[in-house]
């Protein structure tokens, strides 16, 4: 498009001054992009309705008896944001987007692209076999492809390898990383929940703990405990940080 872009997220635009900093610093035919447009609190996103709308801006100067409204004029820009489904952005701004697109998971084509990037990244040379090999081993999101580029990168410097990453050295080092996970997932019986559920588990929790929201620590944890009779299905899996997942535990015993 030959514009400038300026990104934020909608957890990060706590207030309407926010907002409106961030509109007044638009240049004319700049792309504002949103990511989880749908945290914005109600008032902000009616705010930002109004400008995408008009192009306009009502700021209030002073406050109390001398307070006063002036309208700016804004440059002409595009917004962009993003929701894990539309029904979550509220209706009034989600009528400000007359293009609504989805995104498909990651193939594992994708993942392979993205393998090699970020060995390039980490100057490693690693041909198409040991990308698909990564790809094939990972839960579908491009931080655990990252996580097992580095585990490999390291497993290889014990081993003494070159920069290049044979397709033995990285099948060594995925197995290892396969036994540890899935001798953690062994207690009492529980076999390891397969990568396809952990991609679907991991896109409908939208990455984040299902009670408090946190990104951090996070874990796969099983709504009916195994012991109990509990599946390693989608439905009876979700993500939960470690802290949640330990105050669960403690309920249950």
Not at 96 to 107: K, L, N, Q, R, T
Not at 137 to 162: E, M
Request: charge should be negative; include cysteine; charged fraction near 30%.
């Amino acid at each position: 498009m030959g514009a400038g872009i300026k990104s934020t997220n909608g957890q990060a635009i706590t207030n309407a001054s926010n907002l409106a900093g961030l509109l007044a610093n638009l240049d004319e035919s700049d792309v504002l992009f949103i990511d989880e447009i749908h945290q914005l609190k109600r008032a902000i996103g009616e705010y930002l309705h109004l400008a995408a709308k008009d192009f306009k801006l009502d700021v209030i100067i002073d406050q109390g008896p001398g307070a006063r409204s002036v309208r700016l004029n804004l440059p002409h820009f595009t917004l962009i944001g993003t929701a894990p489904r539309p029904e979550r952005v509220p209706r009034d701004l989600l009528s400000c987007f007359p293009i609504v697109e989805s995104m498909d998971a990651y193939s594992n084509e994708h993942l392979s692209d993205i393998a090699h990037q970020f060995a390039k990244v980490l100057k490693l040379e690693i041909d198409e076999t040991v990308a698909a090999r990564i790809a094939r081993s990972s839960d579908g999101t491009p931080l655990d492809i990252l996580n097992r580029i580095r585990h490999i990168r390291d497993y290889a410097h014990i081993k003494n390898s070159s920069e290049k990453i044979s397709a033995d050295i990285a099948t060594e080092a995925l197995k290892l990383l396969s036994s540890a996970e899935f001798e953690k997932e062994s207690d009492n019986g529980r076999q390891a929940i397969p990568s396809e559920v952990r991609r679907e588990v991991w896109r409908r929790d939208e990455g984040r703990c299902v009670k408090c929201g946190s990104r951090e620590n996070l874990e796969f944890d099983h709504i009916i405990p195994v012991s109990r009779g509990g599946s390693n299905t989608a439905r009876n899996i979700e993500l939960l940080c470690e802290n949640c997942n330990r105050l669960k535990r403690d309920s249950i015993q």
